[in-house]
């Protein structure tokens, strides 16, 4: 049984004490301590109980609920939190499964999930028109918009009707290539609006990763900025985009793309030769500003596509992840209120609740974190929600924190690594602001290690505030595994217990078999749908089956390992695939090896993740070389750079090795598993090399590794 250091969250100030908890299915109990220490050690066992027991053993009960019939459990809430210009029938709640990989929910029910985020709330009975909407903060500090949800919905619909005017039709993919500013959220919901699909690409996308996501959606609209700015940078995004649409791959496919030009931008990068050879560019500011403000929501099927989300899998390109509109809706919208425990509670039942929470999600818009939870989840629960363009250190390491100060900001949500990063630093900065107004910190993207939680909790929060360790992926739509505030006893390094209406199972990854005592570990798995999840991949349904449902028939096989506690609580033990997980990016493996082998230089190479103090993950590349290419640090720097180029920067690696061999098997097969030892520095823990080719490259590679540490 493990040692428990007892918090209450919810009262200041922190007195830790020992607790335990008694079983995984009925109550936590409270011990004061009797014995040793109660300081805080790095133990991942301890834990800080928010809650009480009548409050997590009704989530308990209202979880079992939601999974004993699920159907019902999210009709009651589609019908009370989202409005509906026609209802779905009686029969089509829940239809289909994951063995033919056929799951719809609420199919015939009509609504829009702008309407839902928008428009509903600048009408009666819930009159919220002049609350604010969207926070945004720039690059820079003083750079600050308040955006109510009247003004919202003005923009949002002049975007609609100028993304008519160029032609823009529902159904229709339109790619956005932008920064954080409001016009990317407006922009997205402006798709929502008409019925457009949108996909979002991260502005640290390069032109090749660009021209790909454009070539396989086939999308003919294109929407970015001529400039991006961040950290005091500007980032050229036009002409990353225009380099994009260039290529041989979208030759024929762009009709026309949006040019985002109020971002303070001098208009250099407008007037370029290209745009008049191309005849595609439009300047946004001007076509948005002469449309009207009034714009009809397209009525939408519950089942048709929202947008997609491009994300990396273990073998070949990226895949398009499609998300339909009233599941993925109704799931952002119920896990953003009861993950970060809004304080309202947003209804057609409950119209005039308080509106109290200042929300941050500080994550970028580009990825799944930032479409749920910055701006869907926020929107649909009618709160305000905050967009920040810049980054954690700009102007200096205590940013967040004197944005928490100044917005006074209650719950803050970020990922392990911008933590880790911070932590650097020490407590000084945080320290020097007022950071009471905070009540809720989240993390999400990786397994945060106990220090880094600690520190957030002590540091940051005070000991008052909950830490929920959200655990999803691009594909869930929402989170399914996350502690929830005041409710779950938190321990550090465990995103804890299952989201309601989330069956989470562990498999044996062997034979497939759940396992049902408790400890466990093998595999983890979903058992029964939910409505946030995605639908298929884009133009690959086989796809889709192969990767997700295939691998364990019946279930949702979600890639990553896991182990469940003598208390029920879930950790997170990583990807059992080829993906790696760095910063909260996630990367295949075999897209950088992609990348370098693109290079002349390159006959092999194998990628694998290394531990990274920051990153969580590093990307460590083992290349050999063609005849004739000697090795040299000029020709490190070009390989780093080819992943660059391929990828983007975020993909840059942390390690590149040359080497004459790599470890292969008789049958010619690189045995990665090596390679991941070798790169962590674990060889006693090598396992069988008796099958190895030539066993020596293993000592050679690992004095490689050891000089570049
Ligand atoms: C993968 C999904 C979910 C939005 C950001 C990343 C890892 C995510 C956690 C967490 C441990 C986590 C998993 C997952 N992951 N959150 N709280 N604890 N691991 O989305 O790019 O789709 O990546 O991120 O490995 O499969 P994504």
Same mark, same amino acid.
């Given at each position: 049984?493990?040692?428990?250091?007892?918090?209450?969250? @919810?009262?200041?100030?922190?007195?830790? &004490?020992?607790?335990?908890?008694?079983?995984?299915?009925?109550?936590?109990?409270?011990? %004061?301590?009797?014995?040793?220490?109660?300081?805080?050690?790095?133990?991942?066992?301890?834990?800080?109980?928010?809650?009480?027991?009548?409050?997590?053993?009704?989530?308990?009960?209202?979880?079992?609920?939601?999974?004993?019939?699920?159907?019902?459990?999210?009709?009651?809430?589609?019908?009370?939190?989202?409005?509906?210009?026609?209802?779905?029938?009686?029969?089509?709640?829940?239809?289909?499964?994951?063995?033919?990989?056929?799951?719809?929910?609420?199919?015939?029910?009509?609504?829009?999930?702008?309407?839902?985020?928008?428009?509903?709330?600048?009408?009666?009975?819930?009159?919220?028109?002049?609350?604010?909407?969207?926070?945004?903060?720039?690059?820079?500090?003083?750079?600050?918009?308040? /955006?109510? $949800?009247?003004?919202?919905?003005?923009?949002?619909?002049?975007?609609?009707?100028?993304?008519?005017?160029?032609?823009? &039709?529902?159904?229709?993919?339109?790619?956005?290539?932008?920064?954080?500013?409001?016009?990317?959220?407006?922009?997205?919901?402006?798709?929502?609006?008409?019925?457009?699909?949108?996909?979002?690409?991260?502005?640290?996308?390069?032109?090749?990763?660009?021209?790909?996501?454009?070539?396989?959606?086939?999308?003919?609209?294109?929407?970015?900025?001529?400039?991006?700015?961040?950290?005091?940078?500007?980032?050229?995004?036009?002409?990353? +985009?225009?380099?994009?649409?260039?290529?041989?791959?979208?030759?024929?496919?762009?009709? &026309?793309?949006?040019?985002?030009?109020?971002?303070?931008?001098?208009?250099? #990068?407008?007037?370029?030769?290209?745009?008049?050879?191309?005849?595609?560019?439009?300047?946004?500011?001007?076509?948005?500003?002469?449309?009207?403000?009034? +714009?009809?929501?397209?009525?939408? #099927? !519950?089942?048709?596509?929202?947008?997609?989300?491009? @994300?990396?899998?273990?073998?070949?390109?990226?895949?398009?992840?499609?998300?339909?509109?009233?599941?993925?809706?109704?799931?952002?919208?119920?896990?953003?209120?009861?993950?970060?425990?809004?304080?309202?509670?947003?209804?057609?039942?409950?119209?005039?609740?308080?509106? &109290?929470?200042?929300?941050?999600?500080?994550?970028?818009?580009?990825? *799944?974190?930032?479409?749920?939870?910055?701006?869907?989840?926020?929107?649909?629960?009618? /709160?305000?929600?905050?967009?920040?363009?810049?980054?954690?250190?700009?102007?200096?390491?205590?940013?967040?924190?004197?944005?928490?100060?100044?917005?006074?900001?209650?719950?803050?949500?970020?990922?392990?690594?911008?933590?880790?990063?911070?932590?650097?630093?020490?407590?000084?900065?945080?320290?020097? $602001? #007022?950071?009471?107004?905070?009540?809720?910190?989240?993390?999400?993207?990786?397994?945060?290690?106990?220090?880094?939680?600690?520190?957030?909790?002590?540091?940051?929060?005070?000991?008052?505030?909950?830490?929920?360790?959200?655990?999803?992926?691009?594909? @869930?739509?929402?989170? *399914?595994?996350?502690?929830?505030?005041?409710?779950?006893?938190?321990?550090?390094?465990?995103?804890?217990?299952?989201?309601?209406?989330?069956?989470?199972?562990?498999?044996?990854?062997?034979?497939?078999?759940? /396992?049902?005592?408790?400890?466990?570990?093998?595999?983890?798995?979903?058992?029964?749908?939910?409505?946030?999840?995605?639908?298929?991949?884009?133009?690959?349904?086989? =796809?889709?089956?192969?990767?997700?449902?295939?691998?364990?028939?019946?279930?949702?096989?979600?890639?990553?390992?896991?182990?469940?506690?003598?208390?029920?609580?879930?950790?997170?033990?990583?990807?059992?695939?080829?993906?790696?997980?760095?910063?909260?990016?996630?990367?295949?493996?075999?897209?950088?090896?992609? !990348?370098?082998?693109?290079?002349?230089?390159?006959?092999?190479?194998?990628?694998?993740?290394?531990?990274?103090?920051?990153?969580? @993950?590093? *990307?460590?590349?083992?290349?050999?070389?063609?005849?004739?290419?000697?090795?040299?640090?000029?020709?490190?720097?070009?390989?780093?750079?080819?992943?660059?180029?391929?990828?983007?920067?975020?993909? %840059?690696?942390?390690?590149? /090795?040359? %080497?004459?061999?790599?470890?292969?098997? =008789?049958?010619?097969?690189?045995?990665?598993? *090596?390679? =991941?030892?070798?790169?962590?520095?674990?060889?006693?823990?090598?396992?069988?090399?008796?099958?190895?080719?030539?066993?020596?490259?293993?000592?050679?590679?690992?004095?490689?590794?050891?000089?570049?540490?």
């Amino acid at each position: 049984m493990c040692r428990l250091t007892l918090t209450m969250a @919810t009262s200041s100030p922190p007195h830790p &004490k020992k607790a335990r908890i008694v079983t995984s299915t009925t109550s936590i109990q409270k011990q %004061t301590n009797t014995d040793d220490a109660t300081t805080m050690s790095d133990e991942p066992d301890e834990v800080y109980i928010a809650s009480t027991s009548a409050s997590l053993a009704q989530y308990q009960s209202t979880h079992a609920t939601s999974i004993r019939d699920t159907a019902a459990y999210w009709s009651d809430l589609a019908t009370s939190k989202l409005e509906w210009f026609a209802p779905y029938p009686p029969g089509s709640v829940l239809t289909g499964n994951f063995l033919d990989g056929s799951v719809s929910w609420f199919a015939g029910g009509k609504l829009n999930v702008c309407y839902n985020a928008v428009d509903r709330y600048c009408l009666a009975p819930y009159n919220r028109g002049q609350e604010t909407a969207i926070i945004w903060e720039g690059d820079e500090p003083n750079n600050v918009k308040h /955006i109510t $949800y009247l003004e919202l919905q003005n923009n949002v619909c002049r975007i609609a009707n100028a993304l008519k005017a160029i032609g823009v &039709k529902k159904g229709d993919v339109v790619t956005l290539y932008m920064p954080m500013v409001p016009e990317l959220a407006m922009t997205m919901l402006a798709c929502a609006r008409i019925g457009a699909v949108h996909s979002v690409i991260f502005a640290g996308f390069s032109a090749d990763a660009i021209a790909d996501r454009i070539q396989d959606a086939k999308s003919k609209w294109v929407v970015t900025a001529s400039v991006g700015a961040r950290g005091g940078r500007s980032l050229p995004l036009k002409s990353i +985009c225009d380099a994009a649409i260039k290529k041989n791959q979208c030759l024929g496919i762009v009709e &026309k793309v949006l040019v985002f030009d109020g971002h303070g931008a001098n208009g250099s #990068d407008w007037v370029q030769e290209a745009d008049v050879d191309m005849n595609v560019h439009v300047k946004f500011t001007e076509l948005v500003e002469c449309q009207r403000p009034v +714009c009809s929501c397209e009525w939408m #099927d !519950a089942e048709d596509p929202l947008f997609i989300l491009y @994300t990396s899998g273990s073998t070949g390109r990226p895949k398009g992840l499609v998300h339909t509109t009233g599941g993925y809706a109704l799931y952002a919208m119920h896990t953003t209120a009861t993950s970060f425990g809004l304080t309202q509670q947003t209804g057609p039942s409950n119209p005039n609740a308080p509106h &109290k929470d200042v929300y941050a999600c500080v994550a970028d818009a580009g990825w *799944i974190t930032g479409h749920t939870y910055i701006v869907y989840g926020p929107l649909l629960n009618g /709160i305000s929600t905050f967009m920040f363009e810049s980054t954690p250190m700009y102007p200096d390491c205590g940013r967040y924190w004197d944005m928490v100060q100044r917005h006074k900001i209650t719950v803050f949500y970020t990922a392990p690594t911008a933590i880790r990063s911070l932590m650097r630093f020490g407590d000084d900065a945080p320290k020097k $602001y #007022d950071l009471s107004s905070l009540k809720v910190l989240g993390t999400v993207g990786e397994p945060i290690n106990p220090a880094a939680w600690k520190w957030y909790y002590d540091v940051i929060g005070n000991g008052r505030c909950a830490v929920v360790d959200t655990y999803w992926q691009t594909e @869930t739509g929402g989170h *399914i595994i996350t502690n929830l505030p005041g409710v779950t006893p938190m321990k550090p390094g465990s995103c804890t217990l299952p989201c309601y209406g989330i069956e989470v199972v562990v498999l044996d990854a062997a034979t497939g078999k759940e /396992i049902e005592s408790s400890p466990a570990e093998g595999v983890l798995a979903i058992k029964q749908p939910w409505p946030g999840m995605a639908r298929t991949c884009l133009g690959d349904h086989q =796809r889709y089956l192969n990767v997700y449902m295939k691998p364990y028939p019946g279930y949702y096989f979600a890639g990553d390992g896991c182990r469940r506690d003598e208390d029920g609580f879930f950790w997170i033990t990583g990807r059992v695939d080829d993906v790696i997980n760095v910063s909260g990016h996630r990367i295949g493996t075999a897209e950088v090896e992609s !990348a370098l082998v693109a290079h002349p230089a390159v006959a092999q190479a194998a990628v694998v993740g290394i531990p990274h103090e920051i990153k969580g @993950t590093g *990307i460590c590349c083992f290349t050999t070389l063609a005849n004739g290419f000697p090795e040299s640090d000029a020709l490190i720097k070009e390989l780093s750079q080819s992943v660059r180029t391929r990828i983007g920067p975020f993909a %840059t690696p942390d390690m590149i /090795i040359l %080497t004459p061999a790599l470890p292969m098997t =008789r049958s010619g097969k690189i045995m990665r598993r *090596i390679l =991941r030892k070798i790169a962590a520095g674990e060889l006693d823990t090598l396992g069988d090399t008796t099958t190895l080719l030539d066993p020596s490259v293993v000592g050679e590679l690992s004095a490689k590794v050891e000089k570049l540490r």
